[in-house]
């Protein structure tokens, strides 16, 4: 059974950083694709960052580039959203999820397993 479980999440001032981790079981990591999306209050969910299957390809909504980070660690079954310069506009539910075969693009749709999210406050 696929299990992804998000962690680090929590409350950060303005200009802090913050990692949150998912956890994967049930999959080997380095056989899926895997993106990051978020969900503020009242607006509709987004895709922040995705990574290819090989990690070697990554993309970033424009508001996170040059902030965000994703990247896995395979021997831990681990993927990793590393979030600088965090602004009050990065609150958020933020999710991670995984897909085994390709696609054009990533959307929350076409992933195959998504987990249950951890939220991020970014306090002014």
């Known amino acids: 059974q696929v299990q992804l479980v998000e962690s680090g999440g929590g409350l950060v001032q303005a200009g802090g950083s913050l990692r949150v981790s998912c956890a994967a079981s049930?999959?080997?990591?380095?056989?899926?694709?895997w993106a990051w999306f978020r969900q503020a209050p009242g607006k509709e969910r987004e895709l922040v960052a995705s990574?290819?299957?090989?990690?070697?390809?990554?993309i970033y909504v424009d508001s996170a580039k040059g902030r965000f980070t994703i990247s896995r660690d395979n021997a831990k079954n681990t993927v990793y959203l590393q979030m600088n310069s965090l602004k009050p506009e990065d609150t958020a539910v933020y999710y991670c999820a995984g897909r085994r075969y390709y696609r054009a693009y990533f959307t929350w749709d076409g992933m195959d397993y998504w987990g249950k999210g951890t939220l991020v406050t970014v306090s002014s």
């Open positions: 990574s290819s299957r090989s990690g070697v390809s990554t």
């Open positions: 049930g999959l080997t990591l380095s056989t899926y694709a």
